[in-house]
C-alpha cells in the first residue's frame, strides 16, 4: 500500500491524491452497492410486514407506518444508486482539472443530493410515531408522546450524524481539502 506524501500544507501531491481517490472510489462504489441491496430487503420485508399482511391486529397506523416505511426505504435505494453510479462514471483518464473537480464534489460534507435522505428520515420519523402510538396512548398524552419519540429520535440522528461528521473529517476531509487545494493550484497557473 503507498503511503500518502504530504507537503507543507498538510494537502497530498496530485500522484497521491488520485492514488487515494482510485482506493477511495472503489471502496465506496462497492459499499453504495451492499446498501442498495439491503435497503431493496428491507422495502419487501417492510411491505410484507405492514401493507400485504392480512393479519387483523395490524391498525390502519401500521399501515401507513409500513407505506411511510417502503418509501423512505425506496429514497435510501434510490440515493445509493444515485450514489453508487457516481463511483462508477469516474474516468481517471479525464483532464486533471475535471477529474479534481467531480472529487471536490464528491467528497463535500453537504450535497444538494442528500435531500432524498431528508426526506427519508421524516417518513421514517412519521411511521415510528404511528407504529408506537397504540402501544403508548394510554401512558401519555397525544403531545406528550409526540414530544418524546421526537426528543429519542432529533438524538439518535444526531449522534448519526455525529459519527458521519467525525468518519467524513477522518476519511474524506482530507481527499476534499487536497482537491480544492490542487484545483486552486491549476486555477493560479
Same mark, same amino acid.
Given at each position: 500500500m503507498k503511503i500518502m506524501k504530504k507537503d507543507k500544507t498538510n494537502n497530498m501531491d496530485l500522484e497521491s491524491l488520485i492514488s487515494e481517490? %482510485?482506493?477511495?472510489?472503489t471502496k465506496y462504489k462497492k459499499m453504495m452497492k451492499r446498501f442498495q441491496i439491503v435497503f431493496l430487503?428491507?422495502?419487501f420485508l417492510y411491505a410484507g410486514l405492514f401493507i400485504i399482511n392480512?393479519?387483523?391486529d395490524l391498525t390502519i397506523y401500521d399501515r401507513i407506518a %409500513?407505506?411511510?416505511?417502503?418509501?423512505?426505504?425506496?429514497l435510501f435505494t434510490?440515493?445509493?444508486?444515485?450514489?453508487?453510479?457516481?463511483f462508477k462514471q469516474v474516468n481517471y483518464f479525464d483532464p486533471v482539472k475535471k477529474v479534481l473537480e467531480e472529487a471536490e464534489k464528491r467528497y463535500r460534507l453537504w450535497n444538494k443530493n442528500q435531500l432524498l435522505i431528508g426526506v427519508a428520515i421524516l417518513c421514517i420519523d412519521a411511521a415510528s410515531i404511528l407504529v408506537m402510538f397504540d402501544r403508548f396512548n394510554e401512558r401519555w398524552t397525544l403531545w406528550e408522546f409526540i414530544l418524546i419519540v421526537q426528543l429519542l429520535y432529533v438524538l439518535i440522528i444526531g449522534i448519526g450524524f455525529g459519527f458521519g461528521y467525525l468518519r467524513w473529517r477522518n476519511e474524506?476531509?482530507?481527499?476534499?481539502l487536497s482537491a480544492k487545494a490542487l484545483l486552486k493550484e491549476l486555477e493560479e497557473e
Open positions: 481517490l %482510485g482506493s477511495k472510489d430487503i428491507f422495502i392480512p393479519d387483523s %409500513g407505506v411511510c416505511y417502503v418509501v423512505a426505504f425506496t434510490m440515493q445509493f444508486r444515485l450514489l453508487h453510479k457516481k474524506s476531509r482530507p481527499i476534499w
